[in-house]
């Protein structure tokens, strides 16, 4: 348990030279505000803090024993922030700032954090192995969509379109049946009533004649208007009592015809 309380405590930095300490206050400032954020456990902040005080370190040259705590509190707080969100790239970027801070220690001679440094760098290669040995996990299939099904009409909506249809056509044919029928009895009575009208002193006359014409003329028009009134009403009858036997399953509308016209039975 000390060993991982040592490895998770941040390395203090060796305190700045006299001629450092006019050149890098603000690289100290950040490199203990970040070692604030580590040991509250927020590692993200601490990593952003760490890499601004390595950088600041890195431009004013300061002593690597300065910049050495910079590196090795960088790579912990990335190896705890994998503890956190398990993003191997932070197990990744460890390693590479461990190597480096073990190449700059062998430059400058400096090795006394070398073998615990040696030691997690075997520790992250480890763990990077085990990761990549480890089968990708398979993301679980999205869920299939079932389209939604599309509106159906119900079985009422034709019959209730058909039936207003049928009555319509029905009442309508009824009607111009019956006027037809009118046509034609009226038109009939022409040619009678003009005879009647003519005078026993008359008949034979061109006047007379020409009346009778004329009045039978005016009674043919009158009874092929009627006929073609009968045709169009029978026709409407027809189509809707079609349209009402549909609406209905079964004919139940029959039109009689009678002597006082067309009767629709339902």
């Known amino acids: ?13 060796a305190p700045p030279t006299e001629s450092a300490a ?18 509250a456990a927020d590692y993200t902040g601490a990593i952003e803090l760490f890499t601004k005080a390595l950088a600041v ?3 004013e040259r300061l002593p690597f024993s300065v910049r050495a ?29 461990y190597e480096r801070y073990l190449r700059e220690a062998q ?12 030691t997690e760098v075997a520790d992250l290669e480890r763990k990077l ?12 299939p999205e869920p299939t969509r079932t389209p939604s099904p599309r509106p159906t009409a119900s079985p009422t909506q034709p019959n209730d379109r058909r039936k207003p249809i049928g009555i319509g056509l029905l009442a309508g044919g009824g009607s111009a049946a019956i006027l037809g029928i009118g046509g034609l009895v009226w038109g009939s009575m022409f040619k009678p009533r003009a005879e009647d009208q003519i ?25 092929s208007v009627g006929g073609v009134l009968i045709g169009i009403g029978l ?17 139940k509308a029959v039109a009689v015809f009678t002597g006082d016209g067309v009767r629709i039975s339902f």
């Not at 430059?107 to 070398?114: I, K, L, P, R």
């Not at 192995?129 to 679980?140: C, G, H, M, R, V």
């Not at 020409?210 to 009158?222: C, M, Q, S, Y």
């Open 57 to 59: 370190a890195t431009r």
């Open 1 to 13: 348990m000390a060993a991982e309380l040592a490895i998770a405590r941040p390395v203090r930095a």
């Open 107 to 118: 430059s400058t001679g400096e090795q006394n954090e070398v073998p615990e440094i040696r």
């Open 235 to 251: 026709a409407a009858i027809v189509t809707g009592a079609v349209l009402l036997s549909r609406s209905r399953g079964k004919p």
């Open 199 to 223: 005078s026993p002193g008359d008949e034979g006359t061109a006047e007379a004649d020409a009346f009778l014409t004329d009045e039978k003329r005016k009674g043919t028009i009158l009874m």
């Open 69 to 97: 705590a910079f590196l090795i509190n960088l790579a912990r707080a990335h190896a705890k922030a994998y503890g956190v969100d398990g993003d191997a790239k932070h197990l990744r970027l460890a390693k590479e700032i």
């Open 22 to 39: 006019n050149t890098s206050p603000s690289a100290e400032d950040l490199y203990y505000e970040g070692s604030a954020r580590f040991s």
């Open 129 to 140: 192995s085990d990761l990549e040995k480890k089968p990708a996990a398979i993301p679980p």
